[in-house]
Nanobody, 124 residues
Framework: VQLQASGGGLVQPGGALRLSCAAS????????MGWYRQAPGKQRELVAR???????????NYADSVKGRFTISRDNAKNTWYLQMNSLKPEDTGVYYC???????????????WGQGTLVTVSS
C-alpha cells in the first residue's frame, strides 16, 4: 500500500490550496483518512480526520485552529481524499502528511499507513 500526497506549494496569506492523497495497492477498505502537519521545530499534529461510513454521513473532526477554514473530503471510487484549505495563515505553514487506517483484505487487521509529506508555505 502506498499513499501519495500532493498539492502543496507557496501561497499568500488569505489564499487557498487543495491537498490530495491517493492510496494505491492492495486495499479492501479505508476506514479512517487523515491529514497531519508538522511545522518547523514543532511536533506533528492532527489537522483533520474523516471516519468513513457505509450507511451514514462520514464523521469529520478538525483541529480548533483550522475549523471553518479547512475541509476534508473523499472520493471513495478513487481511494483519494482531499484537504481544502482556505483563508490560509502563515501559521499553517508546515509539511502536511496524509494517513489512512485501512484493511488490505476482508480478514486482515487494520493498519495505519502514512504518505510522504507535502510542503505548504504561507507567506507574502
Amino acid at each position: 500500500v502506498q499513499l501519495q500526497a500532493s498539492g502543496g506549494g507557496l501561497v499568500q496569506p488569505g489564499g487557498a490550496l487543495r491537498l490530495s492523497c491517493a492510496a494505491s495497492g492492495s486495499i479492501f477498505r479505508i476506514n479512517v483518512m487523515g491529514w497531519y502537519r508538522q511545522a518547523p521545530g514543532k511536533q506533528r499534529e492532527l489537522v483533520a480526520r474523516l471516519v468513513a461510513s457505509l450507511s451514514r454521513d462520514d464523521m469529520t473532526n478538525y483541529a480548533d485552529s483550522v475549523k471553518g477554514r479547512f475541509t476534508i473530503s473523499r472520493d471513495n471510487a478513487k481511494n483519494t481524499w482531499y484537504l481544502q484549505m482556505n483563508s490560509l495563515k502563515p501559521e499553517d505553514t508546515g509539511v502536511y502528511y496524509c494517513n489512512a487506517d485501512l484493511n488490505t483484505s476482508p480478514d486482515s487487521p487494520q493498519f495505519r499507513y502514512w504518505g510522504q509529506g507535502t510542503l505548504v508555505t504561507v507567506s507574502s
